[in-house]
């Protein structure tokens, strides 16, 4: 379906490899402090604050692209889905 989402961190790293953040295997969070470990890791390698944090529950999307600053280099983005009124 269709959402609005906000942008929690934007980062570069690099797949497939012991070097790079994995976020590619974070799918659904055991629970809080694995949601909380994700969230710390996408904000320590954040490009910038958004101002905008999540909390264990919210939805999160993650979008990537590859980036050629470096071999296997991604673009992330992280956001969570904005809560309907």
């Known amino acids: ?9 934007v980062f570069q790293t690099v797949a497939y490899s012991s070097e790079g953040f ?12 694995d949601f909380d470990a994700f ?3 996408c ?5 910038y604050d958004t101002g905008v944090d ?3 529950g919210d939805k999160l ?13 991604r673009m992330v983005v992280v956001a969570k889905q904005k809560q309907s009124a």
């Open 54 to 56: 999540a909390q264990y």
């Open 43 to 47: 904000q320590a390698l954040a490009l």
């Open 22 to 33: 994995q976020y590619y295997r974070f799918v659904n969070a055991e629970g809080p402090e």
């Open 1 to 9: 379906g269709f959402g609005e989402y906000e942008i929690v961190a």
């Open 61 to 73: 999307i993650t979008l990537s692209t590859c980036e050629y600053s470096r071999g296997d280099g």
């Open 39 to 41: 969230l710390a890791q």
